[in-house]
């Protein structure tokens, strides 16, 4: 199967057990281009095992005492996979501790039979496959670096150099909490005679942002622009909010209170960067 549009994903687990996921790291390809990054430490399912995978990741289980579930996040990863192909390297693992997780929780939704195991195309070990094909893997092992070089070892395998449109250090961006910050005036909403731009879906609606952006690394720029259409920027989601914009690393318990206020009947409306970046072409050129 050769395919430019997939998914590529990379689980860390604490211990030898399928549900101990620890981590996730999952890079989106769009045309043969990494569009999109997600990580995100997982509270790992309980299990009897006493040895720990710590000596592999590095990651303790002090470090993901306060991570969301699998379960809080399965709905976010539906998002980001959607009906795509999933690449991994050695699905005997990958996809069973998908599979695994899914199934400890009752979850439906995302096909794993549809998947593409890069250490079958290679025969190799990804950071010997890495190495031969000038891939750089500087951090072997964290979730995120192995997923981005499982994508562009598929995508070299189909012949093609892989381009990064996501090419921020996305930990890196979660970390700087400066750039996830609003100054105060952006908090405050215009007047309607102040809105120059009224013919637009954030024209006096509650809106929230929760993730990070390519277009838009800096969330007060972005918040300060829809500001200027007349949207209402909060922090917090609540039964008033209207809009809720979606990047990657976005909240799990924001996620999990807005499908908790649709089941119940409200209307909130999630808009993906994709979408935003559409929505704003629109407004620019009209």
Known sequence: MKTQDFVAIDFETMTPELTSACAIGLVRVHNGVISQKFYSLIKPIPDSRTERNT??????????????????????LKSLIEDLPIVCHKSSTDINVFRSCMEYYGLTGIDLSHYVDTLELYGKGLKACCE?????????????ADAEACAKLYLCYQGHLAKDLAHYDLKEVMANKEARKYDHDTLMPLSEEDVENKDTIFFQKKVVITGIFCAYPDRDELGSILKSFGADINTTISGKTNIVIVGEGAGPSKLKKIEELNAKGKNIRLIYEKELCEI???????
């Open 55 to 76: 000596h592999v990741h590095g990651l303790t289980d002090e470090m993901v005492t306060d991570a969301p579930t699998f379960s809080e996040l399965f709905p976010l």
């Open 280 to 286: 704003m072409n629109e407004i620019i050129k009209h």
């Open 132 to 144: 031969e094909n000038g891939i750089q893997l500087v951090n072997h092992h964290d979730a995120l």
